[in-house]
């Protein structure tokens, strides 16, 4: 019989793929590997469960290396309030590079139980109320906000990313805690060896959500584009671009600039635009410096 399903590991040149009902450990057909592709964790596939054997693999929506999973939905960017201060323009990036390759990305504000006033963590809401992206707010220390995430949570893959140390390993051992993963700082060496040899592995939660098991997001495709295509990214933008007096304008040096105009009137965060004239800036650098 033929039924649809997901890989969610691969073991020695097995998948374990999750059908509706349980999980079946699979082998690919040869034709995969005549034809260069290799299964990976997340993708679609149909399995022949008569001889668990992976019949098709459908087209993926997207494909990382870091971690290696295809089809990825949602990207969960954790932040903390401090302890480590939070990098927006780490969050910008993620941001950017999620919306390139078709994933949706809500911001997690971690570790509230920190915070000495509601304003310390008021400010990154505000400086993102306008992007279309979701601020949740959460402890993994107490459990607040937890269940408000999981309802969030779509059903698909999630992957989370952000700095070392705000908490990522908390929040999967949260929202998955049959099996803990190691919590703390990263205490050099001895450890990256042992996790590049660690494969990734989904987890599979209530109704089809999953999230992918080790956090780690590479700022994919960021680097190809062309500074002129990231303000297609910036949600709060769009009113204002049409109003600019150059058409192609990237809202940086150009004079009348109505993006310009609306971060100095307030409408439009200042934080955020400041952080993506960096961001077109360094991609400007980097193209320069790969033609000479
Ligand atoms: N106060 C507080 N500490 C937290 C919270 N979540 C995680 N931590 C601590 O932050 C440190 C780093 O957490 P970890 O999950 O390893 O972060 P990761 O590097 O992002 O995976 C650990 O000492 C955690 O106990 C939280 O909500 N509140
Ligand atoms: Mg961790
Ligand atoms: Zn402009």
Redesign the pocket.
């Known amino acids: 019989m033929m039924k649809k399903g997901i890989i969610i590991k691969g073991i020695g040149g097995f998948y374990d793929v999750k059908l509706d009902d349980d999980v079946l450990r699979c082998n690919a057909r040869g034709k995969f590997r005549k034809d260069g592709i290799i299964p990976m964790v997340g993708d679609k596939v149909e399995v022949n469960t008569k001889d668990a054997v992976i019949e098709t693999i459908m087209p993926r929506k997207n494909q990382f290396r870091r971690p290696l999973v295809s089809n990825i939905d949602y990207l969960g960017i ?1 932040v ?1 309030v401090n ?1 480590p201060q939070p990098d927006l323009l780490l969050v910008d990036k993620l941001m950017l590079s999620a919306a390139v390759n078709s994933v949706e990305s809500f911001i997690i504000i ?5 915070a000495e006033s509601q304003a310390e963590i008021e400010y990154i809401k505000d400086e993102y109320k306008l992007s279309g992206c979701t601020v949740l707010y ?5 459990g607040t906000g937890v269940d408000e995430l999981k309802n969030e949570l779509g059903s698909g893959i999630t992957v989370f990313a ?10 999967i ?1 949260r929202l998955y805690p049959c099996q803990t993963r ?5 205490s050099a060496k001895g450890r990256r060896g042992r996790h590049t040899t660690r494969s990734v592995e989904l987890l599979v939660m209530s109704d089809k959500k999953m999230i992918v098991d080790t ?1 780690g997001f590479s700022a994919l495709g960021v680097d190809l584009m062309l500074p002129q295509e990231v303000q297609n990214y910036y949600n709060e933008f769009i009113p204002y671009i049409c109003e600019c007096r150059y058409l192609g304008c990237m809202h940086n040096k150009e004079p009348d600039c109505a993006v310009k105009d609306a971060v100095n009137r307030g409408e439009l965060p200042k934080g955020r635009y400041e952080r993506y004239i960096r961001i077109i800036e360094t991609i400007d650098e980097e193209r320069r410096k790969q033609r000479w």
Do not use: A, F, T, Y
């Not at 959460?138 to 107490?142: E, G, L, Y």
């Not at 952000?162 to 929040?171: F, T």
């Open positions: 954790v903390s302890n971690n570790k509230i139980d920190l959460i402890s993994c220390r107490d952000g700095q070392s140390g705000v908490g990522k390993s908390s929040l051992n190691e919590v703390g700082d990263i956090p």
